[in-house]
């Protein structure tokens, strides 16, 4: 395989960070260029915790995208930006590989349109931890035999949209396969907003935001007399990058967009 040459957008996130380390270590990656609002023209060695680390800065997207030849873009940045960096990088003809979270359903419907125009690979995924890939793909499984589900995601307190991309997701892959239900006491009413949770098709979603917390889920099913438990936990942002490694070598071959890793696991 020839060496892919890959931008990093949002290098001193806590995501991003370990993207750099993971494309510094893997033989067949570069790094390119790095994509900081705050550090334009420096070199990424003169950031604190980065020597050694050489990559030009970029604050203008358009601007790097001009500059660097570069295959790949990994987006660890937030859904505002993240949506223009992903465009801009596709215009370019850099295929984006996304870990950023909270893309609308229209954002989707607009990157799949351009990456089909363009016949050039995206890969979007809310979760690049292969155990919460595993996680939603059992639940998908379990779904079809118990219709009665519940998420619980739990993230850090620093984590701005909500309910997170792993539970949504997990919710859409549920919805796929199970039979539209409208779960819990038909006059339930709620006298706190909120108490019951987020509904999709019926389902709930609960989200957690705690200190100390990173990425966790459980989906719960229950029936008649049993209680199934799905749970996955990611306990450091290292968790992620298996996932990261092997979307960046599958984008390479895809000329459409994906959404989620699920989709490329089998
Ligand atoms: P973080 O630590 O807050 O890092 C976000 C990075 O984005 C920072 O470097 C920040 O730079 C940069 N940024 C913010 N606004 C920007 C803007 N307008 N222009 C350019 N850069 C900007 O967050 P994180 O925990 O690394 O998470 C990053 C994203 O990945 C989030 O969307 C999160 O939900 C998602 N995530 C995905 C997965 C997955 O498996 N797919 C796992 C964990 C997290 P400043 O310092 O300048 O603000």
């Known amino acids: 395989m020839n060496n892919v040459r890959i931008i990093v957008a949002g290098p001193r996130g806590r995501m991003g960070q370990e993207a750099v380390k993971l494309v510094d270590r893997t033989a067949h990656f570069e790094l390119a260029a790095v994509i900081d609002r705050k550090h334009n023209g420096m070199n990424l060695s003169e950031l604190e915790g980065f020597q050694g680390f050489d990559a030009p800065i970029y604050s203008d997207v358009e601007e790097c995208f001009s500059h660097i030849e570069a295959d790949v873009l990994i987006d660890l940045t937030t859904p505002e930006v993240g949506m223009y960096h992903t465009e801009t ?7 984006p590989v996304v870990g950023t979270t ?6 989707l419907d607009t990157l799949e349109r351009i990456t089909s125009e363009k ?24 779904s079809k035999y118990f219709g009665d589900v519940e998420i619980i995601e739990m993230h850090h307190d620093r984590k701005l949209d909500a309910p997170s991309g792993t539970a949504a997701k997990t919710a859409d892959m ?3 396969v199970r039979e539209a239900k409208v779960q819990g006491h038909p006059d339930e009413k709620e006298t706190l907003t909120g108490a019951r949770g987020a509904d999709v098709d019926g389902m709930k979603i609960h989200s957690v935001r705690l200190p100390g917390l990173v990425a966790h889920q459980q989906v719960l099913f229950g ?4 209680l199934l438990t799905v749970r996955h936990d990611s306990f450091n942002r290292a968790s992620f990058m298996t996932g990261v490694k092997l979307a960046v070598e599958t984008v390479m071959k895809l000329d459409v967009l994906v959404y989620g890793l699920e989709n490329i696991i089998e």
């Open 174 to 176: 549920i919805s796929a």
């Open 102 to 107: 909270g893309f609308s359903k229209e954002d």
């Open 89 to 95: 990088a596709l215009k370019h003809g850099i295929r």
């Open 119 to 142: 016949g050039l690979g995206c890969i979007i995924a809310p979760n690049f931890a292969i155990g919460a890939i595993l996680m939603m793909k059992f639940s998908q499984m379990a």
């Open 223 to 226: 029936s008649d007399g049993e």
